[in-house]
């Protein structure tokens, strides 16, 4: 749509490689591994990749935000094919995990916020974490309004989305899902 200057700001998952888009990060989240509160992996400490090569793992499906962060982690450390279920949603993920059923990997900012508090944990397995970013996009050679340059203005400061008090635990679900 912004190619098409139907819209003149437009936001995505992935930094764009378009040469006539500029494309910059303002939401900074992260896929974590997260299981039930009553799972034994749940609070565990010292806990290595490897410990999870027995549990089923739950990831979305093709194609979604993150799918490609996550599918990196699990092959970096051999865990591909545990892959027990490819979901629709994060919702689902989070049901599954929720019903005790096995490991789910969600962006952070799906596990609650707004004084909404979600019963799962994150394990502690910094390895099969990682950054994911929410990118907004503009074309290059597009006169700004005043109204998009304040726009831009306000949604850039790395201060908005990060830091105490900001909206880092909020649910903010990205455009594809």
């Avoid at 410990?51 to 450390?77: A, K």
């Avoid at 279920?85 to 919702?91: C, I, L, P, T």
């Avoid at 929720?98 to 994150?122: Q, T, Y």
Wanted: aromatic content about 4%; hydrophobic content about 40%.
């Amino acid at each position: 749509m912004t190619l098409g200057r139907t819209v003149d700001v437009g936001f995505i998952s992935r930094a764009s490689t378009r040469p006539e888009l500029d494309s910059q990060p303002v939401l900074v989240d992260e896929i974590v591994p997260i299981v039930n509160a009553d799972h034994p992996l749940a609070g565990a400490d010292g806990l290595k990749p490897k410990d999870l090569m027995h549990e089923m793992i739950f990831v979305r499906e093709e194609g979604s935000t993150g799918r490609d962060t996550t599918d990196r982690l699990l092959q970096e450390h051999g865990l591909s094919d545990r892959i027990a279920m490819e979901a629709a949603s994060h919702e689902a993920i989070r049901a599954l995990v929720m019903a005790g059923a096995g490991i789910g990997f969600v962006p952070r900012s799906c596990l609650g916020g707004a004084g909404i508090a979600v019963p799962v944990s994150i394990i502690d397995l910094p390895q099969l974490c990682a950054p994911l970013n929410l990118h907004m996009v503009c074309l290059k050679d597009r006169l700004q309004s005043d109204a998009q340059a304040r726009f831009m203005e306000l949604a850039s400061p790395p201060d908005l989305w990060s830091g105490p008090g900001a909206f880092n635990d909020s649910s903010l679900p990205f455009a594809s899902d």
